[in-house]
């Protein structure tokens, strides 16, 4: 039988992790930078459960992501008067393949982290520059510090609630 607690335990959990994402928002939104890649780069690090160590390998993950969206969409421009329509799938092919031979390498490993940084590039609608990887990146490490935080404090509500009723 779940113990009275428990949706107490719940709302404030809910509550603390809706804090956290408000201000995390609210500091993207300040510095001008993409809120959806902050929420792409929360979600990449939270792959990795509660590791801190996968989180950040996520988060490097996600960011080659990123690097990789532009070097797609500057090989797309570059074969576009050679290849014509076919440039676009075929730039997306070799993203893809390189993207899944990643998967030996430890412990930036994920796909779907490396996904959600291409999603995020792809996304932003943005040019491929130097700029636009430091804003998409930086909105995306404040996500993954953001879920980092979230985490926390999820543990200090559940041990707060614990020992009130222990």
Same mark, same amino acid.
């Given at each position: !039988?779940?113990?009275?607690?428990?949706? !107490?335990?719940?709302?404030?959990?809910?509550?603390?992790?809706?804090?956290?994402?408000?201000?995390?928002?609210?500091? $993207?939104?300040?510095? !001008?930078?993409?809120?959806?890649? !902050?929420?792409?780069?929360?979600?990449?690090?939270?792959?990795?459960?509660?590791?801190?160590?996968?989180?950040?390998?996520?988060?490097?993950?996600?960011?080659?992501?990123?690097?990789?969206?532009?070097?797609?969409?500057?090989?797309?421009?570059?074969?576009?008067?050679?290849?014509?329509?076919?440039?676009?799938?075929?730039?997306?092919?070799?993203?893809?393949?390189?993207?899944?031979?990643?998967?030996?390498?430890?412990?930036?490993?994920?796909?779907?982290?490396?996904?959600?940084?291409?999603?995020?590039?792809?996304?932003?609608?943005?040019?491929?520059?130097?700029? $636009?990887?430091?804003?998409?990146?930086?909105?995306?490490?404040?996500?993954?510090?953001?879920?980092?935080?979230?985490?926390?404090?999820?543990?200090?509500?559940?041990?707060?609630?614990?020992?009130?009723?222990?």
């Amino acid at each position: !039988m779940p113990s009275a607690t428990a949706p !107490m335990r719940f709302h404030a959990i809910s509550l603390s992790v809706a804090a956290v994402a408000a201000v995390a928002t609210l500091g $993207t939104n300040s510095a !001008m930078l993409p809120a959806p890649a !902050m929420f792409l780069g929360w979600v990449a690090f939270d792959l990795a459960g509660p590791s801190l160590r996968g989180g950040a390998a996520n988060t490097g993950s996600f960011l080659l992501g990123l690097a990789f969206g532009a070097g797609t969409q500057v090989a797309t421009l570059a074969l576009t008067p050679t290849l014509g329509v076919l440039a676009g799938p075929a730039c997306v092919a070799a993203v893809v393949a390189l993207v899944l031979s990643l998967r030996k390498l430890a412990p930036i490993n994920n796909p779907l982290a490396y996904f959600l940084g291409l999603t995020s590039f792809f996304y932003s609608g943005l040019a491929p520059t130097g700029e $636009t990887l430091v804003n998409l990146g930086v909105a995306g490490v404040i996500g993954g510090l953001a879920c980092a935080a979230a985490g926390f404090a999820q543990g200090v509500v559940t041990r707060a609630t614990e020992a009130r009723h222990a």
